[in-house]
């Protein structure tokens, strides 16, 4: 049996951190959560994650911003990078994929869906309804 996929989640919302982690655990993920990029960036000094899923509006530097960074980092520009964009948010979802996010996740997320579509960005699969990849 492979180990089971280990996620960063870059959030800062509480109940946003406590959701994905119920979630994503129950689906057998591992789950590595950080509210900030300043927090994130000590995680990843320590871990290498399969998978970061980045909020976009963090406090401190944005998560688009943080995206760029990792992109351009040597030791993270392979980890592919899921932004968790608000719905109805089109524009950001445009700016999470130029900055290097390989897809985007909409926000509140589908919690019977949302396991499934982390996964297809694991696996390079293409991504299900809610969720759009680069091509
Ligand atoms: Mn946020």
Known sequence: MTRAPRVLVVEDNEANQLLTRYVLELDGFELEVAGSAAEAREKLEHMVPDLILMDIQLPGQDGLSFTTDLKRASETAAIPVVALTAHAMRVHEEQAIAAGCAGFISKPINTKTF????????????????????R
């Open 115 to 134: 396991g499934e579509q982390v996964r297809t960005f694991l696996s390079g699969a293409r991504p299900a309804d809610g969720a759009a990849a680069v």
